[in-house]
């Protein structure tokens, strides 16, 4: 399959741009009514709480000034006989001061709390929503996956990341061990072992790894590996890590790639196959994704009311593409690419700029800016852009 532009040169990213256009439109067109739906709760309840506040003040502002009065009231009358009197109006209304603040304070603490709830049904609203687009709806993102053995329990982790925007994934598997021989089919790493009955010398024996368990992986998508093997009792534990066709091999502590008689019995080009046979099994075995957290330089974006500002940054990536649509395509009212199937035969797919359009002014100002940022607004000017193939 290979997506080009009309002009059929191709597409910095070989996806159905057309699809992640739609679907990031419907997802804004989700996500944007619940994130105003969380702010204008909080403005409410932080009116609430600002008007609770002001009452607490109000009544610790009356028993100071009531006190007074009283104190003084007594200082000028100078009776003692008056004294139980007014340490029983103080009393009194010390008394009706408290439970007037417990019923205030418990007003607060109840909008606090409710809040919470109400926030959260909201925010899980959002994340459901941005689960399945953040996957491989994001362009250009610098991604990572990791996969670490505790116990008997494999788990996995995936991360992205583009301009101050970041997502994470707990990634469910299929397996509940890995093996060497399920992630790489046959292995072998050569080492020194100690042979001979009478006379013990120092020989390389290729060892068989296909059974041995993979503990940790690291994969991002420069291709750059890091893997940590141990036998089943383990007692032996070996690394790989590396890229672009330089790999560090470690047995234990000792560097079997700088041995000068170990490292010409490795076989590179196996150690150089990790990273494709590595990107296929997660193709083939991650079960589902379950998204963790959205942040936004550094910070949570969800809680911090900022998924706008991460759907901006995704809008601008895609922006570049659909100016290069506009700008290679004989209809300028259309988005439009070119399908080519493996068996040569060729569609064209599009979407119009109208429909984009009315589609993000439903959702009101800030659809309006997310179709600014695409150039879907022609007063718009997009910014170009770098993209990773995903």
């Not at 804004?28 to 002001?54: F, H, Q, Y």
């Not at 995704?314 to 070119?338: D, H, P, R």
Request: hydrophobic letters at 35%; charged letters at 35%; aromatic letters at 8%.
């Amino acid at each position: 399959m290979r997506y080009t532009y009309q002009d059929s040169t191709e597409l910095p990213v070989q996806r159905d741009f057309i699809e992640d256009l739609k679907f990031f439109i419907e997802t804004t067109a989700k996500v944007i009514p619940l994130e105003n739906s969380i702010i204008e709760i909080k403005g409410r309840n932080r009116e609430a709480l600002v008007a609770l506040d002001n009452k607490l003040n109000e009544l610790d502002l009356f028993e100071e000034r009531f006190t007074s009065l009283v104190e003084k009231l007594a200082e000028e009358t100078n009776s003692e006989e008056l004294r139980p009197c007014m340490e029983a109006v103080l009393g009194t209304c010390s008394e009706h001061v408290e439970k007037k603040r417990e019923i205030l304070e418990t007003e607060s603490k109840k909008i606090e709390t409710g809040s919470a709830h109400e926030y959260q049904k909201f925010e899980t609203k959002i994340l459901e929503a941005l689960n399945k687009f953040l996957v491989s709806g994001v362009y250009g993102a610098e991604k990572n996956f990791k996969i670490s053995t505790n116990g008997n329990t494999l788990s996995g982790k995936m991360g992205g990341e583009i301009s101050g925007l970041q997502y994470r994934y707990d990634l469910e598997l299929t397996d509940e061990v890995l093996t060497v021989e399920k992630l790489l089919g046959q292995f072998s790493l050569p080492t020194w072992t100690r042979t001979g009955l009478i006379r013990k010398e120092d020989k390389i024996k290729m060892q068989d790894l296909s059974d041995f368990i993979v503990t940790s992986l690291e994969y991002d998508n420069q291709r750059n590996v890091r893997l940590v093997l141990e036998n089943k009792k383990a007692s032996h534990k070996l690394k790989i890590e590396g890229g672009d066709a330089r790999y560090f091999v470690y047995d234990e502590d000792r560097e079997i790639s700088a041995d000068k008689d170990l490292a010409g019995m490795i076989d590179q080009e196996s150690l150089a196959r990790i990273p494709d046979k590595t990107q296929e099994y997660f193709k083939g075995n991650i079960r589902a994704y379950l998204i963790e957290k959205v942040l936004l330089d550094e910070e949570d974006a969800i809680s911090g009311n900022q998924v706008f500002d991460c759907l901006k940054v995704i809008a601008g990536q895609y922006g570049t593409i659909v100016q290069e649509c506009l700008t290679k395509g004989n209809n300028k009212e259309e988005i439009i690419i070119k399908i080519e199937e493996s068996d040569g035969r060729r569609t064209e797919k599009y979407i119009s700029r109208e429909e984009i359009y009315n589609r993000l002014a439903e959702v009101g100002s800030e659809g309006i800016e997310i179709a600014g940022i695409l150039g879907i607004d022609t007063r718009a000017q997009v910014k170009d852009s770098k993209y990773l193939i995903v």
